[in-house]
């Protein structure tokens, strides 16, 4: 547990992630107990939070928590697929809170740098119990379901009685149930509990007993336990009979000997000290740095809540347009102030730094979640016994803070996905001819005006026949299979509950992550593609649009509107002489360039915006490329370049109407407003 | 005791906005909308154009860094353009969270309308009233008390656009 601590800024940010959904799903529950109603999407919202937080928990080897966490989905992914009407909301509520609760004291000793130690077993026990008892429902009776006082009245055996008995005795027992009890993994589960209230220790096989992948085994071959104990044989005999739909039970005395030779323990999962990051230098870092003595419960990094932040940078640039308004004030003309203009330099100087913090605060490099990455490809590919290699690619790239936040879960989803489904397992590998260790590249990148993050594998891609016969199922698709292209197809994957791995496993599997992948892309306005071929690998495209970025524009006049065009999409601009412009029949203007003829757009045309320069030759002509395909747009005259921070266009006017060709808006450093265009939207207007 | 106190309280609050209207002059005609939405009114402003939105909408302005659209109520109630003076106000309102601001001729006053003399506007068959959520009776005049909602809803302009096209 030591290493555990040892990366401080990752245990803080699975703090203050844990926190939030914590918080996130308190809201949602206390709501489904207000409202007494069990709608789909809260449902899936749980189910979300909890496979989250099952995630980071397990990645975190805070496993009490994870436990609880997959208990909690287990329950809600049975009540999202089957739908079962005759829930007892109230006890649901009730022992969801209990879950919360728990969680919340486990983050509590985190925070203060303690151990979460508490032993969740019981309350996931609890939850798994109320979801046997909804499985086994008559779907016809009303409210039932009272797991939890029967659970109870099991462990009736007091801790007392193990002293009385002092001799340690072992035990074996292999326990098989009835045919078509169902469930066979949480019973072998609820048995091997009460086991643990009388006993030493225990060893089950099959181990990790409450895998549902165990059931079929269970089923079969029933399951086999030792026992080492102070209790007594008929103690024991009495526990186990207790057990429902108990078929029959293979009990016998283990000698001493042999028995202390199979509770040796092995030395369990020793944890490579270090792990191998490549030293990039992120802030947090050097705020480490600083800290000359980090204790646990020194937190440097404090969260703000983002609004403030946009309140903070909207007060600093009116403050600058405010300078500029005193500074530059027209009774100031002509008169010599030596002294004033003097102070006047030390404000702007002031004013420009702090314009210039508040941006930085807001722009974060991806690394500190790209590094996040490492450990998660680490983690799973070794309890999966995968070779498995990350290369990051533009991890320096900033976005901003509020992309981060919303890109930090999409992203380990992606990861455990690719390495989960998309990595086959060295032999496999081997025998396709491909290197033993698979490969992930993270890439990002900065593309026109949007940010692209690539993650690419070189697994075994995606199977159309199998994507397609799930959709079906799932009753997603809705015309001819035939007809679907293959993006259609591989996109099917987006949607929830859609998972064509057979097998759940701890980190992936039930289609819940691609779903929070799209929901999280779509908050900011991104979006996600996914290509694929078969036995070559897998790339999932995310788009991540402009919104909040700051990007460098070129500000352009037409009549008295100011527009911005991204500098990256600008070549070259000049004014044109008569001989270069050609004109079709149709009045389409083209001009000859280089040999190579362009397609001009003017822009006070498109946009029925009023000027006086309608004559190309008096105009600018800026041009303009975007996709490799490039054009010209007329405009009155350049002013200038400058760095500019994109906002979106008000909400009103975008569910109004969808404006081709516009990007966004921006503030000029006189106040007024400056509409960016999106060069690839111009052609379609 | 202290729990009585903060229902006081809260009652007071919001009893200092119940049945009080801003009212407002376009043309001849008095127009009021519920002091709750209103954000603040400022003086015109310079506004940017934005392609492409229906003609009542006149583009975007910069409110101390935050950027709202503006909408004159002349061109939304279909009247003539009137060019802008210095008794032009914007009055900005809050609506689902979209702030807009609204063009108006001149701000007169806020008033305080009691509910019993708030009557609903006649069921003209005519869809002149939609916007008219109420008609409130002060003194000898009358203020038409206006649905924020459905003025800043754009289904109407598809309507309307709908409705052109047919009678082409």
Redesign the interface.
């Known amino acids: 547990m030591s290493e555990l601590f040892s990366n401080a800024s990752m245990l803080e940010m699975y703090i203050f992630e844990t926190t939030q959904l914590i918080e996130q799903l308190e809201n949602i529950i206390l709501e489904v107990e207000k409202t007494n109603a069990q709608d789909e999407d809260y449902v899936n919202e749980i189910f979300r939070i909890m496979h989250t937080i099952k995630g980071s928990s397990a990645m975190m080897l805070f496993d009490s928590i994870s436990n609880l966490a997959h208990s909690i989905e287990d329950l809600f992914y049975f009540i999202r697929d089957q739908k079962p009407t005759n829930i007892n909301n109230s006890n649901l509520c009730d022992l969801i809170f209990e879950a919360i609760d728990f969680i919340k004291v486990e983050l509590a000793k985190l925070k203060s740098g303690d151990k979460p130690d508490e032993d969740s077993s019981q309350l996931a026990l609890k939850i798994k119990e109320f979801l046997l008892v909804l499985k086994e429902d008559n779907p016809d009776t009303g409210d039932i379901i009272r797991p939890k006082s029967e659970a109870k009245k099991q462990y009736y055996i007091a801790p007392d009685l193990k002293r009385e008995t002092s001799a340690t005795k072992y035990y074996f027992a292999n326990i098989k149930f009835e045919k078509g009890c169902d469930m066979e993994n949480i019973r072998a589960y609820t048995v091997i509990n009460n086991l643990k209230n009388v006993s030493e220790d225990l060893i089950n096989i099959p181990e990790d007993i409450i895998e549902d992948d165990k059931a079929d085994y269970i089923k079969v071959n029933g399951f086999d336990v030792y026992i080492k104990s102070k209790s007594g044989e008929k103690e024991i005999i009495e526990l186990l009979n207790k057990t429902p739909f108990l078929e029959n039970i293979d009990f016998r005395n283990i000698e001493n000997g042999e028995g202390e030779e199979l509770f040796k323990k092995p030395d369990t999962i020793v944890l490579e000290k270090e792990i191998k990051y490549p030293k990039v230098e992120t802030q947090e870092e050097k705020a480490e740095e600083k800290v000359s003595a980090p204790s646990h419960s020194a937190q440097n990094v404090i969260s703000v809540s983002v609004p403030k932040l946009d309140q903070l940078?909207?007060?600093v640039?009116?403050m600058v347009i405010a300078e500029a308004m005193v500074t530059q004030n027209p009774d100031l003309e002509d008169l010599e102030l030596e002294n004033f203009s003097k102070s006047a330099r030390q404000l702007r100087k002031i004013t420009n730094e702090l314009q210039d913090i508040v941006m930085s605060i807001r722009m974060v490099p991806l690394s500190t979640t790209f590094l996040k990455m490492y450990r998660i490809v680490r983690d799973i590919s070794k309890k999966q016994k995968k070779e498995v290699e990350l290369q990051l690619i533009g991890e320096e790239t900033e976005v901003d803070k509020n992309i981060i936040e919303h890109i930090g879960d999409p992203l380990m989803h992606l990861i455990r996905n690719a390495v989960d489904h998309g990595i086959e397992d060295g032999d496999t590998r081997e025998a396709k001819g491909k290197n033993r260790a698979g490969k992930i590249t993270l890439e990002a990148k900065n593309v026109g005006s949007d940010v692209l993050i690539l993650i690419k594998d070189d697994g075994k891609g995606l199977n159309r026949d199998k994507l397609i016969e799930k959709g079906i199922e799932k009753g997603l698709i809705d015309k001819d299979p035939e007809e679907l292209s293959d993006k259609e197809v591989y996109n099917l994957i987006l949607n929830p509950g859609f998972s064509t791995k057979e097998n759940v496993t701890e980190f992936s599997g039930r289609g819940v992550g691609m779903d929070v992948v799209v929901k999280n892309l779509e908050e900011i306005g991104g979006s996600i593609v996914v290509d694929s071929a078969e036995d070559k690998g897998t790339v999932i495209t995310l788009k991540i649009p402009l919104t909040l970025a700051i990007i460098d524009g070129m500000n352009v006049r037409v009549g008295t509107?100011?527009y911005t065009i991204p500098i990256m999409n600008v070549k070259e601009s000049f004014r044109p002489v008569k001989e270069q412009l050609i004109k079709d029949p149709d009045g389409n203007e083209m001009i000859m360039l280089r040999g190579r003829s362009h397609t001009i757009y003017r822009l006070h045309q498109?946009?029925?915006?009023e000027t006086e320069i309608k004559d190309l030759t008096e105009g600018i002509l800026v041009v303009v490329e975007q996709n490799e395909r490039t054009s010209c747009i007329l405009v009155d005259e350049l002013l200038g370049q400058q760095p500019v921070v994109v906002?979106a266009?008000?909400?009103?006017?975008k569910?109004?109407?969808n404006?081709?060709g516009?990007g966004g808006?921006t503030?000029l450093g006189d106040?007024?407003?400056?509409?960016i265009l999106d060069v690839n939207g111009i052609e379609y207007i | 005791m202290t729990k009585d106190l903060i229902e006081d309280i809260d009652e007071y609050e919001e009893d200092t906005q119940k049945d009080k209207y801003l009212t407002f002059q376009v043309d001849e005609e008095s127009y009021g909308i519920a002091i709750g939405i209103v954000t603040e009114i400022i003086g015109i402003q310079p506004i940017t154009q934005v392609p492409e939105l229906p003609e009542y909408i006149r583009g975007i302005i910069n409110l101390r860094g935050k950027i709202i659209p503006v909408m004159d109520v002349r061109m939304r109630f279909k009247m003539d353009f009137k060019e802008y003076n210095d008794r032009t106000c914007i009055i900005v309102i809050e609506v689902k969270d979209m702030s807009v601001g609204l063009i108006v001729d001149s701000v007169s006053d806020v008033l305080n309308i009691p509910e019993e003399e708030v009557v609903l506007p006649p069921e003209l068959q005519k869809k002149s009233n939609k916007y008219i959520e109420a008609i409130g009776k002060v003194d000898r005049s009358i203020v038409l008390i206006l649905d924020c909602d459905k003025l800043l809803r754009d289904e109407d302009y598809t309507k309307i656009k709908e409705i052109e096209k047919d009678e082409e």
């Open positions: 940078m909207d007060l640039g009116e509107s100011r498109l946009y029925n915006v906002k266009l008000p909400n009103y006017i569910s109004t109407k404006i081709k516009l808006c503030l106040g007024s407003i400056s509409l």
